[in-house]
């Protein structure tokens, strides 16, 4: 409380001389001014009205945008609640990006406040891929690029965005990001992806344009073939055919001329690379030649 400045004695009723005063409690103050000529006296009823309780909207937060923020104050009748966007309930939802403060003031007008500032956040794309069958000996890689701020576990409890599958097997993952989760799978399947089977006619007939040739069916890559021997022996135990192609086959002859109808006996010895590893297919049986 400034006073004037011709005055040549201050005295309060605390004891206080100064001709400036700040007051910070509540109570009844007298001041008695003098100059060279008079003497005045005033007095003042100062009040101080408590604050309204603090209240505390949390820290600043991002959420998934799929999750509301829903924020809890208990509300007090003795007092006013106005958000800057015009809700006057101290409870509320967030479903909006922004930042939003809360005002809470006393029938006196004392007021405190608390803002917030809320981020939503689109949910990452994340997709495992399709179910995938690998070849024997091969691996898939699994490359996931996701935000840092999520989390992603695997059902084995491995938290890596890289791995490498070798084994068959329904593999499942799980990504946190901001409250919101999501789910996906993939079934990874092994398969000999160059199966060598090998199948022999049991008859065939002479000079027939649909079934003239005995020779093997081979399913699988013939450039994997490393060593190929096929021989054909009659009922004597002669030697009627050989071949060492795959694509030579006997034709019912030998030395130029017809063979007799009948049985004959072959043998096939086939070696084969596969997956790096060498392999051996043998078979004999008997064949019809018929005319």
Not at 115 to 126: E, H, L, N, T
Not at 214 to 226: A, H
């Amino acid at each position: 409380m400034p006073v004037a400045n011709d005055i040549t004695e201050i005295k309060w009723s605390d004891g206080s001389k100064d001709a400036e005063r700040v007051f910070d409690t509540s109570g009844i103050y007298s001041v008695i001014l003098k100059n060279e000529h008079c003497t005045t006296q005033d007095t003042i009823q100062i009040t101080f009205h408590a604050l309204p309780e603090s209240i505390d909207l949390g820290q600043d937060t991002t959420l998934c945008e799929e999750i509301p923020l829903d924020i809890s104050i208990s509300e007090n009748s003795s007092y006013s609640y106005s958000w800057n966007d015009g809700i006057t309930k101290p409870s509320r939802r967030i479903d909006k990006q922004g930042r939003y403060t809360l005002n809470v003031s006393n029938r006196f007008g004392c007021e405190v406040s608390d803002s917030i500032d809320v981020k939503f956040v689109p949910f990452p794309d994340f997709d495992l891929g399709i179910d995938t069958t690998i070849c024997v000996g091969d691996s898939m890689q699994l490359k996931l690029i996701l935000p840092g701020e999520g989390w992603l576990q695997w059902d084995d409890m491995s938290t890596d965005h890289e791995r490498t599958i070798y084994q068959a097997g329904r593999y499942t993952a799980t990504y946190s990001y901001y409250g919101c989760e999501s789910s996906d799978d993939i079934e990874i399947m092994v398969s000999d992806c160059n199966p060598f089977d090998i199948h022999l006619p049991n008859v065939f007939r002479y000079n027939s344009a649909e079934n003239g040739i005995f020779k093997p069916v081979i399913n699988g890559d013939p450039q994997s073939i490393t060593k190929y021997s096929m021989l054909i022996f009659d009922r004597w135990g002669n030697v009627v055919f050989k071949s060492s192609e795959p694509e030579d086959g006997w034709n019912g002859t030998f030395s130029g001329h017809a063979s007799e109808s009948g049985v004959y006996v072959y043998t096939l010895d086939i070696l084969y690379s596969h997956q790096g590893q060498a392999n051996q297919v043998q078979k004999q049986g008997s064949v019809t030649l018929l005319k």
